[in-house]
Every structure is written in C-alpha cells, then in structure tokens.
C-alpha cells in the first residue's frame, strides 16, 4: 500500500499565504496523478487541484490564479502553494494518489487530512 502524509496547515490571516506538503511512501507506481480534496463543515468534499505523471494541471475554478499545484519526484513529495487566501478556503485539505498498479485496475490512497483556517 502506499502512504500519505499532509502537513503546513496553520491558522493565517485572510490575504496570508500557506504551503501544504504531500509525501508519499510504500508501493509508488510510475503512472499516476495526484490532487488535493478540501472539506469545510456542513459541505460536500471538493476536488481542489490535480497533477499528473505527465505533469498536466488543473484547478476549481474558484482558486485559479491563487493556489498552485506541483511535484518534487525525487523526494516522492507533492506540494499546494496557496496565496491570496480568502475565509471560503477554510477547510481540511486532504492529500489524494490514484495510480495503475495493474490492467486495468487503477486504486486510490487517501492522506489523513491537514487543518486550514482562515480568519482575522
């Protein structure tokens, strides 16, 4: 199985800026993508960001231009830069890894989940 570990969530001030920090460990597959989910209080999951093997991106379209999304793969590390943050970012984060261990069967790992709060 494949591990996941979030970490960088704080509380900030609206405006602030954040760096979350995916890793990942166990049974790592070459072909892949990641993304980080978000959960705020009384609301469905949201799929926030995406990145492939292939390093194709994609955002909601509610943090375009604010949140960016990449990868270290030497060090198995995935990362969400997160600027301009607004109080509707308040959330738990969660990591996220769906990779193609076999024909035809691709299986996902979920990360623990890591706080963002964001208040005056």
């Known amino acids: 199985q494949v591990h996941l570990v979030e970490s960088g969530g704080a509380l900030v001030q609206p405006g602030g800026s954040l760096r979350l920090s995916c890793v990942a460990s166990?049974?790592?597959?070459?072909?892949?993508?990641m993304g980080w989910y978000r959960q705020a209080p009384g609301k469905q999951r949201e799929l926030v960001a995406t990145i492939t093997h292939a390093d194709d991106k994609n955002y909601v379209n509610s943090v375009k231009g604010r949140f960016t999304i990449s990868r270290d793969n030497a060090n198995n590390t995935m990362y969400l830069q997160m600027n301009s943050l607004k109080s509707e970012d308040t959330a738990v984060y969660y990591c996220?890894?769906?990779?193609?261990?076999?024909?035809?069967?691709?299986?996902?790992?979920w990360g623990q989940g890591t706080q963002v709060t964001v208040s005056s």
């Open positions: 996220t890894r769906k990779q193609y261990e076999a024909v035809g069967r691709w299986v996902d790992y």
């Open positions: 166990g049974n790592i597959f070459d072909i892949y993508y």
